[in-house]
T-cell receptor
Framework: KNEVEQSPQNLTAQEGEFITINCSYSVGISALHWLQQHPGGGIVSLFMLSSGKKKHGRLIATINIQEKHSSLHITASHPRDSAVYICAVRSGETSGSRLTFGEGTQLTVNP | KAGVTQTPRYLIKTRGQQVTLSCSPISGHRSVSWYQQTPGQGLQFLFEYFSETQRNKGNFPGRFSGRQFSNSRSEMNVSTLELGDSALYLC???????????FGPGTRLTVL
């Protein structure tokens, strides 16, 4: 069993739909990251969470430390949101911590 | 401020050769991490450098090595290349005390 599990692996939505991507992890963490990867490989860090909830524009990320679960929500989805979304957990101390990644969720938003 | 840059962007090598990839972090960032991304294994952590010292290392064979220079630029080296080393190699930099990482565009290595 992977230390970081994402679901779903693939998601197709219509423009305007509300989207949720889930991430569960099995190790102790100091922080959880949500990353976005567009075709061609470029990765952008969307959120870093250690507790609670963060919002940036149409994106919302939540984390439940007790449940070891995080969700990424996209409201009013748009075709430009089409990308791979990757959950990554940071474990260890800052001086020597590492990221462990989920397999990613391929999101396609159709116009 | 310029982002993280990686050179070269694309590289083709043959089995048994060695390769060196370069990463220049954002100015002022002293931490550089390297990752390998393959279709089968996804993203995996290779190693992290901070102030010229390796702080952490992933589960990769000794053929994978790296170093960091006094200007925080980092290189990674893969010796005796294997077909399975074909991957996108990403580096990311961060400021001291921050866990937010900024990724470079990656180097796509193809081993024939």
């Amino acid at each position: 069993k992977n230390e970081v599990e994402q679901s779903p692996q693939n998601l197709t939505a219509q423009e305007g739909e509300f989207i949720t991507i889930n991430c569960s992890y099995s190790v102790g963490i100091s922080a959880l990251h949500w990353l976005q990867q567009h075709p061609g490989g470029g990765i952008v860090s969307l959120f870093m969470l250690s507790s609670g909830k963060k919002k940036h524009g149409r994106l919302i990320a939540t984390i439940n430390i007790q449940e070891k679960h995080s969700s990424l929500h996209i409201t009013a989805s748009h075709p430009r949101d089409s990308a791979v979304y990757i959950c990554a957990v940071r474990s260890g101390e800052t001086s020597g911590s590492r990221l462990t990644f989920g397999e990613g969720t391929q999101l396609t938003v159709n116009p | 401020k310029a982002g993280v840059t990686q050179t070269p962007r694309y590289l083709i090598k043959t089995r048994g050769q060695q390769v060196t990839l370069s990463c220049s972090p954002i100015s002022g960032h002293r931490s550089v991490s390297w990752y390998q991304q393959t279709p089968g294994q996804g993203l995996q952590f290779l190693f992290e450098y901070f102030s010229e010292t390796q702080r952490n290392k992933g589960n990769f064979p000794g053929r994978f090595s790296g170093r960091q220079f006094s200007n925080s630029r980092s290189e990674m080296n893969v010796s005796t290349l294997e077909l399975g080393d074909s991957a996108l190699y990403l580096c990311a930099s961060s400021r001291s005390g921050s866990n937010t990482q900024y990724f470079g565009p990656g180097t796509r290595l193809t081993v024939l």
